[in-house]
């Protein structure tokens, strides 16, 4: 358990309001993800981090934006919000060094835009 | 496009018997991960395979990984209603890579 923590936990929010979503990690992981999923879909990669203030895009990136000032926390902003982006977001942690692409996992944030 | 695929999609069965699901690529991968997600929360990792022919066993759950690296299976003896979930596999292709996951397996165990 990497002792990762997501805030808020679910968030109903109107059409083209910004929207942060919180990462918080304890276990000093390097590297940070996040990630929504959806039906059909699966877990598509947004945006990751790869040290403070080192972020980069991921599949999904569109709309969306990151910041990481902290080790611990990976923030990601829906800059204007639209109901394409009503989803569950998971942020995952990995450690640097593990050589093997094991990532853990937070609560998810069910996020619903209306 | 690299892709994990995985099978059956979805797979009702009752307590108490066996059953195989499957993660296959046409790409050669350094390791794939396992994991299960319940309802309302992450995904957990269960486990990792990393050398071609590799079987890792936990509990009644055994993972195997391809002799080519380009394939995976997770074989439940005995399936309880606690191994109701989603299955997912995730690897990444090249050392550089990120991560991909497989869209999952959703079992059901009937009791």
């Known amino acids: 358990d990497a002792g990762i923590t997501q805030s808020p936990r679910h968030k109903v929010t109107e059409t083209g309001t910004p929207v942060t979503l919180r990462c918080h990690q304890t276990?000093?992981?390097?590297?940070m993800y996040w990630y929504r999923q959806d039906p059909g879909h699966g877990l598509r990669l947004i945006h990751y981090?790869?040290?403070?203030?080192?972020?980069d895009k991921g599949e999904v990136s569109d709309g969306y934006s990151v910041s990481r000032s902290k080790t611990e926390d990976f923030l990601l902003t829906l800059e204007s919000a639209t109901s394409s982006q009503t989803s569950v977001y998971f942020c995952?942690?990995?450690?640097?060094?593990?050589?093997?692409?094991?990532?853990?996992f937070g609560p998810g944030t069910r996020l619903t835009v209306t | 496009t690299q892709l994990l695929e995985q099978s059956p999609q979805f797979l009702s069965i009752q307590e108490g018997e066996n059953l195989t699901v499957y993660c296959n690529s046409s790409?050669?991968?350094?390791?794939l991960q396992w994991y299960r997600q319940e309802p309302g929360e992450g995904p957990v990792l269960l486990v990792t395979?990393?050398?071609?022919?590799e079987v890792k066993k936990l509990k009644r759950l055994t993972f195997q990984f391809g002799d080519a690296r380009k394939d995976s299976s997770l074989h439940i003896t005995a399936a309880q209603p606690g191994d109701t979930g989603l299955y997912l596999c995730?690897?990444?292709?090249?050392?550089?890579?990120?991560?991909?996951f497989g869209k999952g397996t959703r079992l059901h165990i009937l009791p």
């Open positions: 995952a942690t990995e450690s640097e060094g593990q050589g093997s692409d094991e990532q853990y």
């Open positions: 981090s790869y040290g403070v203030k080192d972020t």
């Open positions: 395979v990393v050398t071609g022919g």
């Open positions: 276990e000093n992981h390097r590297y």
């Open positions: 995730a690897g990444a292709p090249g050392r550089d890579d990120k991560i991909i």
């Open positions: 790409s050669v991968f350094s390791s």
